[in-house]
């Protein structure tokens, strides 16, 4: 193989290394050029038995997990941050209490509690394709 063909060899193979931003090769919005990655269904979260129970929501690969959750009136739900990047937990939409955790760093948490029905969608405001939606019942 001569040398033109090993150089373009290896620019071909860089071409296909998956792309990554700061949530490694997830598509997540790490302020790198827009990437469209399909994000998979979540497995959905049914909440506390008692009314006050508390369900857990974990922030990894620039996700929410689960990215849908129902909950009870008087639940808690608690996000755990589990990327080494910071994230948010902010209202985007519907009725209930607004709410903005702030930042929230790698390994921190952050709690919500629930009081009225209805239905919330919420975002990281960080990253704003990490989407979640909370149905209170």
Request: charge should be negative.
């Amino acid at each position: 193989m001569n040398r033109c063909q090993a150089l373009l060899l290896s620019c071909l193979a860089l071409l296909l290394l998956p792309v990554s931003g700061c949530g490694g090769d997830d598509g997540g919005d790490g302020g790198s050029a827009e990437t469209t990655t399909e994000q998979q269904p979540a497995e959905e979260n049914t909440g506390g038995a008692e009314p006050g129970g508390a369900v857990t929501v974990s922030m990894k690969n620039t996700l929410f997990v689960p990215m849908d959750v129902k909950v009870k009136v008087g639940d808690t739900i608690e996000w755990t941050n589990d990327d080494p990047f910071p994230h948010t937990v902010t209202k985007s939409g519907g009725p209930g209490p607004k709410f903005d955790s702030g930042t929230v760093g790698g390994g921190e948490t952050y709690e919500q509690k629930f009081t009225k029905a209805g239905k919330i969608d919420y975002v990281c405001t960080i990253h704003p394709r990490q989407v979640g939606t909370i149905t209170v019942e």
